[in-house]
């Protein structure tokens, strides 16, 4: 496995990571705990050293299921988690439950987090969401504190917007922009990406499959169950599926050149924007799990990145990415 640095920061990584998020919640029901303790092992096995999971993702359960999984591996893997989500209702879903960067909050969350994952500092910490009630300053000068208390290794933000990237950035380093980066969303190219790279930022695209769709396993027909996040996104409706099926042709395409899936081709273009992008596709499956981890090793040319690109512009990509609330939440 290749190794890659976010940004300036002199944090090492495994050029693909592992999202750990859809093991314990959004894609359907928990999945079998020693199935995904055993998958978890695996990846440290084939090279995979970067884990991502956050406080809401069950809530708390994933970071116990990480923390626990990788006990064995401390000080040889970097987990980064979240904090940023108010979990004090009922509802602890992130699409329900509202936002709480207070520094208060950030802190108790840190304590909280430190247990469940059972190390003695996290190694990546990032504002889930921004929250617009609290000054990223104040965000930016809890985690500072954290890190002197030796808490905290690392500063990380998620789907935050260039102006609150700087402001942060002035008051505790960034090491790494967490946001949604694929040939389906694009978004980050205009602004975020030559940001990132003027501060020396290292990037973490997640969803870098599509959430499954650039695998090239889903068509219209394709259904999700009600406690599948998917059910409710407009990009998953039938009629977006169908009309997006032209970029999982692209990357057929390019993959027959390669001998490569559509999953591999998704990943090793995202690999080949910049050095210092590291994608963290998720998966409950070891066989996913190897062929992500595959992508490593397709070398796409700059004639094979030119032919990806003009296919790419002529695709119109159909449905928000999130409903209204959620994408409110992004790019503040």
């Known amino acids: 496995m290749q190794k890659r ?43 995979v ?20 999984a990788l006990a064995p591996f401390r000080g040889k893997v970097v987990i980064a988690t979240k904090f940023g989500f108010d979990l004090s209702g009922t ?14 909050n950030i802190k108790r969350v840190a304590d909280a987090s430190l247990q469940r994952l059972k190390v003695d500092a996290i190694d990546l910490f ?15 000068g809890a985690v500072k504190e954290l890190i002197q208390a030796g808490k905290v290794k690392h500063f990380g933000l998620s789907e ?37 790279e003027d501060l020396g930022i290292g990037f ?15 068509d219209e027909k394709t259904t999700f169950d ?30 027959k050149r390669k001998k490569a899936t559509p999953a591999q081709i998704a990943l090793a273009w995202l690999l080949a924007q910049k050095p210092w992008i590291v994608p963290i596709p998720g998966t409950t499956k070891l066989h996913r799990l190897d062929e992500n981890i595959g992508a490593v090793a397709v070398e796409l040319t700059p004639d094979d990145l030119r032919d990806i690109e003009s296919a790419a512009a002529k695709i119109t990509v159909h449905g928000a990415r999130y409903p209204d609330k959620l994408e409110q939440m992004t790019g503040r």
Request: proline share 7%; hydrophobic share 35%; with cysteine.
């Open 91 to 104: 509802d602890k879903r992130p699409g329900a439950a509202g936002l709480n960067s207070r520094p208060e």
């Open 5 to 47: 640095k976010l940004g300036n920061s002199n944090l090492e990584v495994s050029a693909i990571g592992l999202g750990c998020m859809g093991m314990s919640f959004s894609y359907g029901p928990p999945k079998d705990k020693a199935e995904m303790t055993a998958l978890l092992r695996t990846a440290v096995e084939r090279g």
């Open 226 to 255: 009600s406690s599948d996040f998917r059910s409710t996104l407009p990009r998953f409706t039938p009629e977006a599926l169908k009309a997006n099926q032209a970029l999982i042709d692209l990357l057929g395409t390019i993959g």
């Open 126 to 140: 990032y504002q889930h969401r921004v929250d617009l009630d609290v000054p990223i300053e104040d965000v930016a």
């Open 204 to 218: 973490v695209p997640y969803s870098p499959l599509g959430k499954g769709f650039l695998t090239g396993k889903m």
């Open 160 to 196: 935050a917007g260039v102006q609150t990237i700087r402001r942060a950035h002035a008051v505790q380093p960034v090491t790494a922009l967490q946001s949604e980066y694929s040939l389906w969303t694009r978004t980050p190219e205009k602004e975020v990406i030559p940001t990132l």
């Open 49 to 68: 050293t970067f884990f991502d999971t956050a406080e809401v993702y069950g809530p708390f359960i994933n970071e116990e299921l990480v923390g626990e």
